[in-house]
């Protein structure tokens, strides 16, 4: 089993891509930490989690919540002793319509959750990765990084956020036995794609609704692949590779493990401006 024993905190894991990214570390041996919003979906989680023999338990929780991350941070070690692995999954699609039509708090609460809460639980469970000497964090990036998707201002912008934090941190624990990875999963058909497809038609943003109706009628990218890369970047067969954007969708993984050196020379699967010169 590639996760054999290793603790993983997993956020926004009641539903979707996290519920995926969860019951595939169940299977490759790990415990689970598993943190959302909705407690339902959550229990719902991790007895899927149990009946596959991986020992589980549900944390409620906030991410956009100083106070909530501190405590799921130290409910995992009071369970577990350490935290091996972090997936930071929780996020929102935002507003969808152009920029001056956004409702303000919609688009704050975006940058909130999805920013700022990878920000709050990177924060709570590196001090306990520092002590360790080790970790692997995995923050969930999106299309909306790489691409600039009209009438998506708030995902855009928080998903591109994400990736430049994780070469920032990835910097600061160089040398410190941490990793830390950006995962882009592609178009993953899941509840958020449906809500999108639906806000889409309403705002007239035919560009995202066409989009939408390709992921939800079966045209998007795979959940399992998804999990999959999750379970390769969690754990030693990504070795040393760190401050990356990895698409699930595009980039062959399981094919980069002699290139890690190469990869870490340069500036490949980074944000960088591309020029003529």
């Known amino acids: 089993m590639k996760l054999d024993g290793q603790i993983a905190v997993i956020t926004g894991a009641g539903r979707g891509i ?3 990214i969860a019951l595939a570390y169940a299977r490759e041996g790990a415990k689970l930490a598993l943190a959302a919003r909705n407690e339902t979906e959550l229990q719902e989680t991790v007895a899927a989690a149990l009946g596959l023999g991986a ?4 944390v409620p929780t906030d991410v956009t919540s100083q106070d909530a991350t501190e405590q799921l941070a130290q409910k995992v070690v009071e369970r577990f002793g350490r935290i091996d692995v972090l997936v930071n999954n929780a996020g929102s699609s935002g507003p969808i319509g152009p920029l001056e039509g956004n409702d303000v708090a919609d688009w704050v609460n975006t940058i909130t959750v999805n920013l700022t809460g990878t920000f709050l639980v990177c924060r709570a469970v590196i001090p306990v990765m520092l002590e360790q000497s080790a970790g692997r964090i995995i923050n969930l990036s999106g299309a909306g ?3 600039a998707w009209s009438n998506m201002s708030a995902y855009c912008s928080s998903k591109a956020a994400v990736v430049r934090l994780t070469e920032v941190l990835a910097q600061e624990l160089e040398g ?6 950006a995962l882009g999963p592609g178009s993953v058909h899941t509840s958020m794609w449906d809500r ?3 806000q889409a038609a309403d705002a007239g943003a035919d560009f995202i609704h066409e989009l939408g109706l390709r992921v939800t009628s079966g045209g998007g990218a795979s959940i399992d692949e998804c999990a999959e890369l999750a379970v390769w970047l969690a754990s030693g067969e990504s070795g040393a590779l760190t401050g990356r954007l990895i698409s699930a969708a595009t980039d062959d993984f399981r094919a980069m493990p002699p290139r890690i050196p190469e990869i870490m020379a340069g500036d490949a699967y ?8």
């Open 270 to 277: 980074t944000l960088r401006r591309a020029s003529l010169d």
């Open 196 to 198: 999108m497809t639906e």
């Open 18 to 20: 996290g519920r995926a």
């Open 55 to 58: 020992e589980s338990i549900a």
């Open 176 to 181: 410190k036995g941490i990793t830390v990875n």
């Open 145 to 147: 990084a790489t691409n």
